[in-house]
């Protein structure tokens, strides 16, 4: 068995101000839209999918952006005290990259016209930025790692937890990395599994439906980008279900850092889902439920589900545990017990 590492807190530092750094680029973009728009709503229903027209005619965020600011903020305080904190850089890191790769070669693209040339540039700057940052937050938390560091020199019994520091102090992020309870294994299996096939039968579904060339439009973006940091539908969707499908896998087979990667995976599914709910409940769909097609029934039936998965699978992610027992230390004082509470409480 290979020895447990832990993130070094310098690198949980530097990972933490590079996921700010994400939190303000989105924020900041945010805030450009709320002083474009004709009403504060609008920039909600604009996020939902029902378009208003912006006071220049363009929009930059869309749901994508409140879902990332929202994951940003809670992993940029939770990463400088975890004991995933690699897993939470890493896992981070991949996301954002994923979806603000299209981006590239969408605002460079020729048919991005009729939009100032000042603006383009600054987004086509920060999406770089951000795909960037992406990469050096999983840089980091592959080079910041360190193996755990087990105290010595104590009598029988318990051994101390790598957390305590001298004096008694305890932090948390010096522990291995807890992996999934055994129930939430399960859980995050079974449901994220079966988002990810629900997923990929609806890409597949679209893809045979409307033909390759359509099909590739709505997986690059071209030509269907409406707000300049739009990502592809069908790209957000394969990148969810490759996510997905690797987090379910080894939260069944107990892998720590399947606890993040389902939790980082869950958060957009659950932001998918209420954004389409948003839409559906202004459209009345669930009122003209009948009158829908079966295909439409479907669509909408699976937005709840991806708000279901969403939702349970952070609660079931949300504790950890360790999977076996941490190896006691070398003793050299064979003193009275130690007192502190076993591994795991």
């Given at each position: 068995?290979?020895?447990?590492?832990?993130?070094?807190?310098?690198?949980?530092?530097?990972?933490?101000?590079?996921?700010?750094?994400?939190?303000?680029?989105?924020?900041?973009?945010?805030?450009?839209?709320?002083?474009?728009?004709n009403e504060v709503t609008d920039?909600?229903?604009?996020?939902?999918?029902?378009?208003?027209?912006?006071?220049?005619g363009i929009w930059v965020t869309s749901y994508v952006e409140p879902t990332l600011l929202l994951l940003y903020a809670v992993a940029a305080v939770t990463v400088i005290r975890s004991s995933s904190a690699a897993g939470i850089l890493a896992c981070t890191g991949v996301l954002t990259a994923l979806l603000r790769t299209p981006g590239l070669w969408n605002l460079n693209a020729n048919w991005m016209q009729g939009i100032d040339d000042g603006l383009m540039s600054k987004v086509l700057v920060t999406t770089v930025a951000v795909v960037v940052i992406g990469v050096a937050l999983v840089v980091t938390a592959v080079a910041g790692r360190r193996p755990v560091q087990q105290p010595g020199g104590y009598g029988y019994g318990y051994a101390p937890s790598p957390g305590l520091r001298?004096?008694?102090?305890?932090?948390?992020?010096?522990?291995?990395?807890a992996g999934p309870t055994r129930g939430g294994a399960v859980t995050a299996f079974l449901l994220l599994g079966a988002m990810a096939a629900v997923l990929a039968a609806w890409e597949i579904h679209d893809w045979q439906?409307?033909?390759?060339?359509?099909?590739?439009?709505?997986?690059?973006?071209?030509?269907?980008?409406?707000?300049?940091?739009?990502?592809p539908t069908s790209w957000t969707t394969w990148s969810l279900v490759l996510l997905a499908?690797?987090?379910?896998?080894?939260?069944?087979?107990?892998?720590?850092?399947?606890?993040?990667?389902?939790l980082v995976t869950a958060g957009p599914l659950l932001g998918i889902g209420l954004f389409f709910l948003a839409f559906a409940l202004k459209s009345k769909l669930f009122e003209n439920f009948g009158e829908l097609s079966t295909q439409g029934q479907l669509r909408l039936l699976t937005g709840l589900l991806e708000i279901?998965?969403?939702?349970?699978?952070?609660?079931?992610?949300a504790r950890g545990e360790h999977h076996s027992p941490r190896p006691l230390p070398e003793f050299r004082d064979r003193g009275a017990p130690y007192s502190a509470s076993p591994p795991g409480w």
């Open positions: 068995m290979g020895q447990d590492r832990t993130l070094a807190r310098g690198a949980r530092v530097f990972g933490a101000a590079l996921i700010g750094a994400l939190a303000l680029i989105s924020l900041g973009w945010i805030i450009r839209d709320f002083t474009k728009a920039v909600w229903w604009n996020w939902t999918g029902r378009l208003a027209r912006a006071e220049d001298p004096g008694g102090s305890y932090d948390p992020a010096e522990e291995p990395a439906k409307t033909g390759w060339d359509s099909y590739q439009r709505a997986l690059t973006g071209e030509r269907l980008i409406v707000r300049l940091l739009d990502v499908l690797v987090a379910a896998v080894a939260a069944l087979a107990g892998a720590p850092f399947s606890r993040p990667l389902g279901v998965v969403g939702a349970v699978v952070l609660a079931a992610l």
